[in-house]
């Protein structure tokens, strides 16, 4: 039977590993000549839209994270992937545990109601996700505290749109607040940047800016749809 020459010459390259007689032909070569022992499994690169972008000196190569269904066309940055997979794992293990729930609680500012809020919402909607918003959940006469705290318990995660009408109650002792201490406590929550930056949000909330998201200044409102509708999908 023949030996492994790793003990004596190693396996430093992939011609080394080739000319070993027990373990020739077990690796494979990658470009340039270098060589690689193992994978990750959570995402696998791909070339289609977005290229690469720069992060912390490295590169954020456009990727497919293990949620997204064969044929997406939806690209991820690895940045995206790493925050988002965490909030997978809870989608799955409550889905499991209540299939019943909604998929997400749409947190936003009440000056957003009519616009960006609802934007992001009949996006969703339109993408298969159901969600739980003030403006059709807050029947007439019902304290709104009490719909709100119904609202939060029967969803899988939770969503908070960040504008500037948000940066500006966040300081303030609202119902913003309560809904977003509830989310961050679960870890259940999706900041989403709109028309201001994680940078001015870390002004007024450092603990929520501690939770990469996503940004409408990188994706737009109908590919954040998408990404959160894919994240959301049982």
């Known amino acids: ?6 003990p004596s010459r190693g396996h430093r390259s992939a011609a080394a590993a080739e000319n070993c007689p027990a373990c020739g032909g ?16 959570s995402y696998s690169p791909s070339s289609s839209s977005g290229g690469s972008r720069s992060i912390a000196g490295g590169s954020s190569r456009s990727a497919k994270p293990r949620w997204s269904k064969s044929g997406s ?3 991820y940055t690895l940045s995206q992937i790493q925050s988002l997979e965490p909030i997978r794992e ?12 909604r998929d997400v609680f749409l947190c ?3 000056g957003d109601r009519k616009e960006a809020a609802k934007e992001l919402h009949d996006l969703l909607v339109a993408a298969g996700v159901k969600v739980w918003f003030s403006e059709n959940d807050l029947g007439l006469g019902v304290p709104m505290m009490r719909a709100i705290d119904k609202g ?20 303030q002792e609202s119902v913003a607040d309560k809904e977003l201490s509830t989310l961050l406590a679960g870890n259940q929550l999706i900041p989403i940047v709109h028309n201001t930056t994680y940078e001015a949000l870390r002004n ?8 990469t998201g996503l940004d409408t200044s990188e994706d737009s409102m109908t590919v954040v749809a998408e990404k959160i509708a894919e994240l959301v999908e049982i």
């Open 204 to 211: 007024v909330s450092p603990m929520l800016a501690s939770r």
């Open 152 to 171: 939060l318990a029967n969803s899988r995660i939770g969503l908070v749109l960040v504008t500037p009408a948000m940066l500006e109650r966040l300081p």
């Open 90 to 101: 809870t989608v799955e293990a409550r889905a499991a545990q209540q299939p019943d729930l």
């Open 1 to 6: 039977m023949a030996r492994c020459t790793a």
């Open 108 to 110: 936003h500012a009440w």
């Open 73 to 75: 066309l939806v690209s």
């Open 26 to 41: 077990r690796y494979g070569r990658y470009g340039g000549g270098g060589y690689s022992s193992y994978s990750t499994p």
